[in-house]
């Protein structure tokens, strides 16, 4: 069903105006002419029409492909952008208008998209340019791949693969050519680049209903930039079947849109159509370029992925590929002023991945120091069962915490502490020296740096080594319950410090703090260590229990209201207490067996 399109707009009338006062307050390098409404051409702010003595580069069209054209301005690429209405092919005097005020003796390049109110408006304007004695060259550009061969007038449409066009040339021309080189660069890399796209929908215009024709679980291939329809409607298809269909069209050796063939040397431009997010447009970055290098035979020098030339808030992506020399690779590599050319695409590319650092504890210890014991003594036995039963009943509970977690924070500490417990019992049939418990715990913490995410992982690392440093510095072979007590209060210690959360601010040392006091107060008393660690685990209970009546005061539940957070325990808080009595009963258990 239709509905009125949501924007951030004022005066739907006023979008392009007003788009264009606040680019030229943002980049200090632009300026636009004073000829609103009828009059939208924004303009480099170091050049004068009469003293510019190198060729000026034009390009523009309607309104709604931000940042083309005008994000495009700047020295080393276009030295005007003129802006029409959205969709709208702008009008012959604001063409004229910026071809005047930026064009010098060396003469003008304009660079058109081949629509047909583009080519009639920017041809009609360079015509009454020559006449009023200046130097007028134009390049119409038609990259789109998507469709049929055309058998009319109409030709291919311009899509993104004008980009790459505007930066050869405004490169060309920053270089000193003659605008008979710079319009022959633009006219070669023109030739040479194709384009394709795919929607998830269509785009809203600024004060109008939001079309319902691509309706749900669907994808339209080839759709053009101002919504009219593509190729085809089809189901939507995870992004490598997507990549692998457009590369196919662009590159197909029946239509010869492109001369690209197995050998070649491309470029690949990753363009969001508008509302897709960097995520999705990087993850089809990552699926085109072994495609073109694997299936294509290519050698892909250079890789733009962004948002260049989009159509409103339309949800999709095109991909161009530009056949590639030494020379387009240095004007595409030429510094650019323009404030929306991706800088950081520049150079040769490295190897896409390099082997990760292990960390120390695994990178300098010897083999024997980082494997499990043939053998385990006592303490070793009673470390394997406590660890085993905690990370087993971590696991157990990740659907609980999930649930917990969706009501007051992200959704993810049973799925978070699930990957830190898993991980914990691989590495431990592995790396876990259990008969040294320093080393042990450290190997613990390396577990959890390696597998857990987010806050919980960082929390559990810091435990982890703070425990380890005050073992490490204070116990022999042989670590007594009151030094375990010990080593946990110097844990609870640094996650406080680093975490800034104490007691009642709802987190996990809710468990892990009245544990602490009951464990030590047990051991004062001279209760058996394994009691004393059943007690404490039972205030580690009661303790995660208690923060349904707290007010979060860190983490993501802060943000949550108190009528929302007393229906759930703290998530972080139960897994503490949970893994905790867990390995408590498990060394109960074991001193009883024995």
Not at 64 to 87: K, N, Q, R, W
Not at 169 to 187: F, M, T
Not at 318 to 324: C, E, N, T
């Amino acid at each position: 069903m239709a509905f009125q399109g949501k924007k951030l707009i004022n005066n739907p009338n006023d979008v392009v105006t007003e788009f264009i006062e606040g680019l030229v307050e943002t980049y200090p390098g632009l300026q636009h002419l004073d000829g609103f409404p009828e009059v939208k051409v924004v303009i480099r702010a170091d050049v004068s029409g009469a003293t510019y003595d190198k060729v000026a580069v034009i390009s523009g069209g309607g309104s709604g492909h931000e940042p083309a054209h005008a994000g495009f301005v700047g020295e080393g690429m276009l030295t005007a952008s003129i802006c029409g209405d959205v969709f709208a092919s702008p009008p012959v005097d604001s063409i004229l208008a910026g071809i005047r005020a930026v064009t010098g003796p060396m003469g003008c390049l304009l660079i058109v998209t081949n629509y047909t109110g583009d080519r009639l408006n920017f041809g009609l304007a360079a015509e009454q340019a020559r006449s009023e004695g200046y130097k007028i060259e134009t390049v119409i550009i038609g990259d789109d791949c998507a469709l049929p061969p055309p058998r009319g007038i109409a030709g291919r449409r311009g899509l993104a693969g004008t980009i790459l066009v505007n930066k050869v040339a405004g490169a060309a021309a920053a270089a000193g050519l003659s605008l008979a080189d710079v319009a022959s660069e633009a006219k070669r890399a023109s030739e040479v680049v194709g384009t394709m796209g795919v929607a998830l929908s269509v785009c809203t215009l600024p004060g109008q209903i939001t079309s319902d024709r691509l309706g749900p679980g669907k994808m339209e291939l080839g759709l053009g930039i101002h919504g009219e329809p593509g190729a085809a409607v089809a189901d939507l298809q995870p992004v490598d079947v997507v990549v692998s269909h457009a590369l196919k069209q662009i590159l197909s050796a029946e239509t010869n849109y492109v001369p690209i063939t197995r050998g070649s040397r491309v470029v690949l431009m990753i363009n969001g159509l508008g509302a897709t997010p960097v995520m999705e447009l990087m993850i089809a970055a990552g699926e085109t370029v072994p495609k073109l290098q694997l299936e294509f035979g290519l050698a892909v020098e250079r890789v733009y992925t962004g948002s260049f030339m989009t159509s409103l808030d339309m949800a999709g992506f095109s991909i161009s590929i530009m056949k590639a020399d030494q020379t387009l690779l240095q004007r595409l590599d030429a510094t650019t002023k323009a404030p929306h050319w991706p800088v950081g695409s520049a150079g040769n590319r490295p190897p896409a991945k390099i082997p990760f650092p292990l960390p120390p504890s695994r990178s300098t210890k010897s083999e024997e120091s980082l494997s499990r014991p043939l053998q385990l003594n006592e303490q070793g036995s009673i470390l394997e069962v406590a660890i085993e039963a905690a990370a087993n009943a971590v696991i157990g509970m990740r659907d609980s915490l999930n649930d917990w977690d969706s009501k007051v924070g992200d959704g993810d500490c049973g799925s978070t502490m699930y990957r830190g417990a898993t991980a914990i019992l691989d590495d431990m049939k592995k790396y876990y020296p259990l008969n040294d418990a320093a080393e042990t715990v450290n190997e613990i913490g390396s577990s959890v740096r390696r597998a857990m995410g987010g806050t919980s992982g960082v929390l559990y690392n810091i435990f982890c080594k703070a425990a380890y440093a005050w073992l490490k510095a204070n116990t022999d072979s042989t670590v007594t319950a009151m030094e375990w007590a010990e080593a946990l209060e110097a844990a609870i210690a640094a996650v406080s410090k680093y975490g800034g959360a104490s007691a009642g601010y709802r987190t996990l040392l809710d468990a892990l703090i009245p544990a602490l006091t009951v464990l030590k107060e047990r051991l004062t008393a001279g209760d058996y260590s394994s009691t004393a660690f059943v007690l404490s685990s039972e205030a580690a209970l009661a303790g995660a229990e208690s923060t349904k009546d707290m007010q979060a005061q860190a983490g993501r539940s802060s943000y949550i209201s108190s009528g929302i957070l007393a229906t759930v325990p703290d998530p972080g808080a139960m897994a503490a207490a949970v893994w905790y009595r867990a390995a408590a009963l498990a060394v109960k258990d074991k001193y009883q067996a024995s």
